[in-house]
């Protein structure tokens, strides 16, 4: 099972992209394919597929700074992604529910996508000097032009694991959720961590319980906005989970009970590709 986002198609041309002929080139390339999304969904095309464009195509279109983003290239064709003002398309289709449905390797170039296109909306200006920043390499770098700053795509890395205890694992669910939703426990990594330390940490901050060990299993870009949620199966000492931080309940489930779970209700929620923790718990479930 590939997960979603991951295994992209695309060569991301980092040292290509930093001369501006090549990207130039790119752009008039017969091959050349552009990518849409507006407030973050996805344009999507008469036919109900992702609109999908030459980039000559967009220049009669209201495209948000800063304008046409070099994603890579599949083979010789060059990807760029836009993102068009809301005011001038329709609504997009929802992100989540388009990158449900749509096939792997356009599921992956949309999460690269909306991951840089992102980060542009919240960087147009220097976060030292508070000039407006000026895109380089294909826009997936900024430049100050006043002190000289330079600013890339952020990353921000998650932890995300199962705990486990022999023939138990604990789930937890969020207020927010869906009733009967329990999935994984997750948090971002704190400066100074190491990846097995930020596990601890949050099993211990959201349920009381102590990990043992953890095990890394898999790693998955997740474009809400740019985290890569890095997956751990975690080993724990044994104790009644008590729900804490943003958990509003935690408890043991035996392997009939995530069965029961997994293949009933919460098939409704997403494809079992879509995210890691369902790879984290079907790696728990073929273990015993």
Known sequence: MHLTFTRSPLDHGALQRADP??????????????????????????????????????????????????????????????????????????????????????????????????????????????????????????????????HFPRTDPSVIMLPFSGDRCVMGRQPAWPPGLFATLAGFMEPGETIEEACAREVREETGLKVISARYIASQPWPFPSTLMIGLMAEIEPGEPVAADDIEEARWFTREEVRELYEGPMMRWGPPHYSISRLLIDTWLKSG
């Not at 008469?46 to 800063?66: G, K, Y």
């Not at 170039?109 to 909306?114: D, H, N, P, Q, Y």
Request: aromatic share 6%; charged share 20%; glycine share 4%.
């Open 21 to 150: 002929a090549f990207v130039e080139a790119s752009r008039n390339h017969p091959a050349a394919r552009v990518i849409l999304l507006t407030n973050g969904d996805v344009v999507m095309s008469p036919d109900a597929e992702p609109h999908i464009v030459h980039p000559a195509e967009t220049a009669m279109m209201a495209l948000q700074p800063p304008g046409l983003v070099f994603l890579g290239l599949e083979d010789d064709a060059p990807w760029f992604a836009a993102s068009l003002q809301p005011d001038s398309v329709p609504p997009g289709l929802d992100f989540r529910r388009a990158t449900m449905v749509a096939d792997h390797d356009t599921a992956a170039i949309l999460g690269r996508a909306r991951a840089i296109l992102t980060w542009h909306a919240r960087r147009r200006y220097c976060s030292n000097c508070a000039t407006p920043n000026v895109p380089h390499d294909g826009a997936t770098k900024l430049i100050c032009p006043s002190c000289a700053t330079e």
